[in-house]
């Protein structure tokens, strides 16, 4: 299976698959004639399970560990990401419930208490289910290096962007003009100072998107119709295409 193939059937970046060839988690196991990479069976398997316990939290270098030091058995690993699963959606479901307390609440015309807010928001935290611990963490240390001044300055770039995105895009500007792809390089920047240039922070921030749609993942900030254009025009910027090497 080619290095495109297998981004799409996995939903994975070309760049993230590459990144892990590199590091040596995911090598493929041959070559086409044209020299091209050739993941077989193992190569998937071994790729689920290095997805899984990114998943679960592991570093990098924490995988390539625990792989290395067992045998090519997936079983202990698709347990443990039964477990984590099973543990989501019990947030969820808790999620759901208090939500629905604080609709009861205000629909009744009354004024949730203070505990009603801290448990919604406790239920709330517990479903950050797109990074993972470390990845969190990692991002909270970002925000406060930042300060409230460098936070504000970040969403107001962003802001900048997307809206000259979103006028590109109703003027019909083809994503490959220079003036689209110079907001193309600036989106890129302020994408690598947020995920730290971290393939795997990157690949949880696009898995994100991909399930949420770009409305909601980016809070109201663009529409899905932008955010396809905007995806068009980095894709171009960078230019990572499906099938290559």
Aim: glycine share 8%.
């Amino acid at each position: 299976m080619r290095v495109g193939d297998l981004a799409r059937a996995t939903g994975l970046t070309v760049r993230t698959l590459h990144h892990y060839d590199e590091l040596g988690l995911v090598v493929a196991s041959a070559r086409t004639a044209a020299g091209h990479r050739d993941y077989g069976d193992a190569d998937v398997r071994r790729l689920y399970r290095v997805v899984a316990l990114r998943r679960l939290g592991f570093a990098l270098p924490e995988v390539k560990v625990l792989l290395d030091g067992t045998a090519d058995d997936p079983r202990a690993t698709v347990r443990r990401q039964l477990a984590e699963s099973d543990r989501r959606l019990t947030a969820e479901t808790e999620l759901q419930r208090r939500l629905r307390h604080l609709l009861d609440v205000l629909d009744r015309g009354d004024e949730p208490t203070t505990d009603d807010l801290l448990r919604a928001v406790e239920a709330t935290t517990m479903t950050e289910q797109y990074y993972t611990p470390e990845q969190l963490e990692t991002l909270a240390r970002r925000r406060e290096e930042l300060g409230e001044d460098g936070m504000e300055r970040a969403q107001q770039d962003w802001a900048d962007v997307i809206a000259g995105f979103e006028a590109a895009r109703l003027a019909g500007t083809d994503p490959a003009a220079p003036e689209v792809q110079a907001l193309a390089e600036r989106a890129q920047g302020l994408l690598t100072a947020f995920t730290g240039g971290d393939p795997a922070m990157h690949e949880s921030l696009r898995r994100m998107y991909d399930q949420q749609g770009a409305e909601q993942a980016s809070r109201g900030a663009m529409n899905a119709e932008t955010g396809a254009y905007m995806q068009r025009a980095m894709d171009h910027q960078s230019g990572v295409t499906p099938g290559s090497p």
